[in-house]
């Protein structure tokens, strides 16, 4: 049978990279910030200009109706944030929006393409270290081409754990997250880490630079290209809880082996965050 998503796939990381093209050159100009769900949640003109870009390509490509779009700018802006069995396209236009604004050079472009609520394949395309990360269910993960595959570290002392701070800044919540950081530093790891891009932080464990990333907090268009590029890798995803990865959860741990997962986990102090499919409430 003819590979249905083969296309989709190719044409994804042309976007990508072009819409990479797009950040890098509105980087070098005066970059106007706006906040969303709160001080620190950023958005600028180059996120929605660039989501809008890449969702234009993908229905000009596959035509109006034949796909659904979940956006990261497009939801803020009320659109639904439902995975459905239709062939969807998740987009996070620029992850490590906050990066971009300062001019801290991690910068990612994310896209997947779910099919029957499957991840089918996922492009990360971090923009200002021009690397494509891509994966597609059963073919492996790639940067630039090569073949990328997960650390083969099993013991924690000998790891580097990522983890981000997120934009909630409520102090019960901020105790949680520092609480299991220094749990973990002082299992000992080598270190913690943290590149301000859930994207980029899945592809850095995808390719074998650090062990584990955790959050909680993100959304599904930062992780679900990832998802499958982790994967694809040799690595794995679950719940902070340990149950099973479920993309619009809003968390997550993601690992080379069980072994330094379930040891992530043990320490991980979870706090309550909304589905990204929760029904939005009218205010
Ligand atoms: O908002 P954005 O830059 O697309 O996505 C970012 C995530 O990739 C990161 O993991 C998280 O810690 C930040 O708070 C932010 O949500
Ligand atoms: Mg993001």
Redesign the pocket.
Known sequence: MADQWQEAYDFAVQVARAAGAVIRKAGEEEIKVQTKSCTV?LVTKTDERVEKIIIGSLKEQFGEGTHSFIG?ESVSKGQPCILTDKPTWII?P?????NFVHGFPFVAVSIAFAVNKEIEFGVVYSCMEDKMYKARKGQGAFCDDEPIQVSDVKDIHKSIIIC????DRSPETVQKIFSTQKKILCIPVHGLRGS????T?MCLVACGAVEAFF?I???CW?IAAGAVIVREAGGLLLDVDGGPFDVMSRRMVSGNNMVIVNRIIKEIEIFDTVRDDAPIVKK
Do not use: L, S
Not at 94 to 98: A, H, L, R, S, W
Not at 164 to 167: A, K, L, R, Y
């Open positions: 949640d990261e996070d620029v992850d490590g929006t906050t981000e701070h997120g934009t301000g891009t859930a994207a932080n959050e907090g993100i959304h930062d």
